[in-house]
């Protein structure tokens, strides 16, 4: 890619324009984040010879931010890949716009910078589907024959749960087993209303993908083969279990 390549696609994929903050080094572009004013990415205009390189004149290099320093170190050891230039603190890594590093690969890294400097709030919606359980209480709710008659309901909405993750319901005792799988399809439904057992401040619509049988996943098995101990509150699902549930 080279630096108009670059313009293009973080204005397509992220809405960022490049700004220039600088007279004294016109060449400088920053792209940096709407809600929280950091940056992503910064494009330099630097000598060949400060990078190494051989040759006169100037190269284009794209500054992106790595939040796994291993990683970072990694990265620099291959072709067109440098430790960050002029950006003396975190792991930033300098990206040379000559071809040396391949498109994918650049876009790829754009994406890691974007979310190592993002709010939490643009982490939570740009992040990719999850899977949950998330817990049941039959005492307080017909959940075993919630879609006899429906394949969407809606539930009370997890910390962290989006649309387009996947929830697993695990209906407590004397059930005790997952037996639904559904989808999200829409959250942040507004609700007031708490009870001497439950408070609701919004709600999820979730949609009936899959029943299971009380004896497919219990929470015996879930304990002992899969390492879940508990199932208190909506919870990440271990990868085993994940591939067991969906197989």
Same mark, same amino acid.
């Given at each position: ?18 700004? $220039? ?20 990415g ?23 931010k ?50 190592? /400097?993002?709010? &939490? ?20 709710y ?7 008659? /429906?394949?969407l ?14 929830? $697993? ?8 087993a ?8 829409? /959250?942040d ?20 993908? &899959?029943? $299971? ?6 929470f015996?098995?879930l ?25």
């Amino acid at each position: 890619m080279d630096r108009q390549q670059v313009f293009d696609h973080v204005k397509e994929k992220y809405g960022a324009d490049p700004e $220039y903050l600088w007279r004294r080094f016109p060449d400088y572009a920053v792209f940096r984040h709407k809600d929280n004013g950091k940056w992503f990415g910064l494009i330099m205009k630097v000598p060949r010879e400060r990078l190494g390189l051989s040759g006169e004149g100037w190269a284009d290099i794209l500054n992106v931010k790595m939040d796994d320093p291993v990683y970072a170190d990694v990265l620099t050891r291959q072709e067109g890949i440098f430790r960050g230039y002029h950006i003396s603190r975190g792991n930033w890594i300098s990206l040379l716009l000559d071809g040396a590093a391949a498109e994918d690969q650049i876009r790829d890294l754009i994406a890691l910078s974007f979310s190592a /400097t993002a709010s &939490r709030e643009t982490r939570q919606k740009t992040r990719p589907p999850k899977e949950w359980i998330v817990p049941a209480n039959p005492a307080f709710y017909d959940i075993v024959h919630a879609f006899d008659h /429906t394949d969407l309901i809606d539930w009370k909405q997890g910390k962290g749960i989006r649309t387009g993750d996947t929830v $697993y319901l695990y209906v407590g005792a004397p059930v005790s087993a997952v037996l639904f799988r559904c989808l999200v399809t829409e /959250t942040d439904l507004p609700c007031s209303f708490e009870s001497e057992h439950v408070r609701i401040d919004s709600l999820m619509k979730i949609r009936l993908e &899959r029943r $299971y049988g009380e004896e497919e996943f219990p929470f015996r098995v879930l304990k002992e083969a899969y390492g879940v101990r508990a199932v208190r509150g909506p919870r990440g699902i271990p990868e085993a279990l994940s591939r067991a549930l969906k197989a």
